[in-house]
């Protein structure tokens, strides 16, 4: 019955996370038993038992009670295996899945009382009566797990600032920009969580820019447009991640204008995330950039060798696990870009020891590095890309952000538009905005020309290989 309940849980998990990690983490699980409706897995370590809570606690949970019911419960049998490399067997030990703290808003009173109808909340089910808003607030990102350094000490300190005395600083929107990988969302996440801390009443709510579009998008077809409006307006602290996403949708723009408005003459505190600096954003109306302006704008840069040390010894230490100082060193050394990938090859390190039964050395880390060095591909910009397309073309770095329809330009511009949504993760429209202010429509007819032209001139195919020798070198 057991080994039944867990394979069902599987082909679940197996669709929610990629293959990689469903190898690394959830293949070498056992299932022991199932009494009471409590079912019994063994882990291999208890590091294994640590990551399954803090990554994947919500997927096994959801799965399980789909299995079993809503009091099903989760029970670890942890293999102890301190005499790794002696004879004697590993001893386990038995410990029940954690209940995680979860951070909520109180029930928002309605402002209005116009109709009996109410605001519908677009994160839920339309129809409540009630207005039961989830801040959607990881509890990992705190403060007290944001390591601080050169890199981020501005962002940090306006964020500390902001979580104080939300709304009524200077910093009033604060935007935190900077490369993928960075902490961004993390420090915005940790504002929302200190003021939950700090003023319990005031509602919280963070929300990703994708997310943010399709639920207007949803309001706009279910004829909700002033629903999703009031709910909104209604937040005190509105944390909106990667809003350079907002590129090119201009209805999505003039929502946010309005709700961005309301909140500012509010006194309500607004943080805001994105990749560049406002003056550097493309796609976005100037009414919108000179308002990101009104506060402080703050940026995160690659962390230096002191802070990536630190934040590894950090993250060992909350782990609970002992590594060799040279092999803290040596991944430091060698992981320069961001934290993501900082703490990824940590994690790497740690689960070939664990699931291959080696001790943690230098010479597995130089190894496991190795690995990540080759399989790891240099993320790519649309800047790159309109920059190297340029120069293969022998043009001007401008031109194809240009309006000219010269016949070399536009082929260009199709290329350039062509990679862009081959190599990045940017929607079309917002492609389109950042080469040459064209909508998503544009890009496409670009991406069917030159896959056309690819397939009918050999010339021109090898003029693409050529391209994207140069982007991926």
């Not at 954003?281 to 402080?296: A, C, T």
């Not at 990679?419 to 993760?425: A, D, E, R, Y």
Request: contains cysteine; neutral net charge.
């Amino acid at each position: 019955m057991h080994d039944q309940v867990w394979k069902n849980c599987l082909k679940v998990i197996r669709d929610n996370i990629p293959s990689i990690s469903f190898r690394t983490w959830f293949e070498p699980i056992v299932p022991l038993k199932l009494e009471n409706n409590v079912l019994t897995i063994q882990v291999p370590s208890p590091f294994f038992y640590e990551y399954l809570e803090e990554k994947y606690i919500d997927l096994l949970r959801k799965t399980l009670r789909k299995e079993l019911g809503n009091d099903a419960k989760l029970e670890y049998s942890v293999v102890m295996d301190n005499s790794m490399y002696a004879n004697s067997s590993p001893a386990t030990i038995k410990l029940p899945g954690k209940d995680h703290a979860e951070l909520s808003n109180q029930q928002v009173s309605m402002p209005l009382v116009a109709s009996e109808n109410t605001i519908r909340n677009p994160f839920v089910i339309p129809g409540i009566k009630k207005l039961h808003i989830d801040p959607h607030l990881n509890p990992n990102y705190s403060f007290s797990n944001f390591v601080e350094g050169d890199c981020n000490r501005l962002a940090r300190s306006a964020g500390f600032a902001v979580a104080q005395n939300p709304g009524g600083t200077a910093f009033n929107p604060l935007l935190i920009y900077g490369d993928s990988g960075l902490g961004k969302t993390h420090l915005a996440q940790a504002i929302g969580i200190e003021v939950k801390e700090r003023f319990p009443d005031k509602t919280v709510l963070y929300v990703n820019a994708n997310k943010f579009q399709t639920q207007f998008v949803d309001a706009i077809r279910n004829n909700t447009k002033n629903d999703f409006l009031h709910f909104y307006q209604m937040i005190d602290v509105l944390i909106i991640d990667d809003v350079h996403e907002f590129a090119g949708k201009e209805k999505t723009q003039d929502i946010f204008f309005h709700i961005f408005n309301h909140l500012h003459q509010s006194q309500k505190q607004l943080i805001l995330t994105c990749d560049k600096p406002p003056v550097e954003l493309q796609g976005l109306e100037q009414r919108l950039l000179s308002r990101f302006k009104w506060g402080l704008s703050a940026d995160l840069q690659p962390p230096d060798l002191e802070t990536r040390l630190a934040i590894l010894k950090k993250k060992i230490y909350n782990d609970g696990i002992s590594i060799p100082d040279e092999v803290t060193e040596y991944i430091a050394t060698h992981i320069t870009t961001n934290v993501r990938e900082l703490e990824g090859a940590l994690i790497s390190l740690l689960a070939q020891s664990t699931l291959n039964k080696k001790e943690i050395t230098l010479a597995l880390a130089r190894e496991m590095i190795d690995k990540i060095s080759k399989n790891v591909q240099k993320e790519i910009s649309i800047d790159y890309i309109q920059k190297v397309v340029c120069n293969y073309f022998n043009l001007p770095a401008d031109a194809i952000r240009s309006k000219t329809r010269k016949r070399e330009i536009v082929q260009a511009r199709q290329v350039a538009m062509y990679f862009s949504k081959n190599l990045t993760k940017s929607s079309l429209a917002s492609i389109g905005a950042q080469i040459g202010g064209k909508d998503h429509a544009t890009v496409l007819h670009a991406c069917k020309t030159v896959n056309n032209l690819i397939e009918t001139d050999k010339s021109f195919r090898m003029q693409i290989e050529e391209i994207e020798k140069k982007l991926k070198f």
